[in-house]
């Protein structure tokens, strides 16, 4: 009998604990939902319009797929700052700080007047998916845009 309590708190925090990682903020992203799972390769987003010759966001999104390393990549580019977020692959995992100075090394080398903020962290890919979902689905003007990527940006800062 007195085990019955502390089954009931378990399955209270199980259940509550699911509850919380399936938060939605009413919106539907398909895509996303499967990002963890398989390769989504989301094209890059512009909140800065350019050319796509002369964009920044399709060569690093370029230069990024080609490294042995990172099997998908998503690049947001804004006015000041671009976000390189990317998905190591498993065996290679244990590399995944040494991959993310590399790859930051390399990006401020070969692009000097730009800000980069590289994650390898699944939240921060996650997020940047949902808002080229949200952009390609007109649920999202270009200032909303800009609040999520600066969003996106406090999220990254605040984990490191």
């Known amino acids: 009998m007195r085990n019955k309590p502390s089954k009931i708190i378990i399955s209270a925090f199980f259940f509550l604990a699911l509850s919380a ?11 996303s939902d499967s990002a963890l799972l398989k390769r989504t390769s989301p094209p890059p987003i512009e909140l800065k ?7 920044v966001a399709f ?3 370029k230069e990024v797929s080609n490294i042995d390393e990172i099997y ?6 804004g006015d000041k700052k671009i976000i390189v977020a990317y998905k190591v692959k ?3 995992r244990f590399r995944m700080k040494k991959i993310e ?13 730009e800000k980069f903020i590289v994650s390898s962290d699944y939240k921060i890919f996650l997020e940047a998916v949902r808002l080229k979902e949200d952009l390609d689905g007109d649920n999202l003007s270009n200032a909303e845009a800009k609040k999520r990527f600066k969003k996106i940006i406090r999220l990254k800062e605040e984990m490191t």
């Open 21 to 31: 990682c399936s938060y939605d903020d009413g919106q539907e992203h398909k895509e």
């Open 49 to 55: 319009q350019r050319d796509e010759d002369e964009s």
């Open 59 to 61: 060569q690093v999104k």
């Open 72 to 77: 998908d990549v998503a690049v947001v580019e």
């Open 90 to 92: 498993h065996m290679k």
């Open 101 to 113: 100075r590399e790859l930051t090394k390399k990006l401020k080398k070969e692009y000097p007047d």
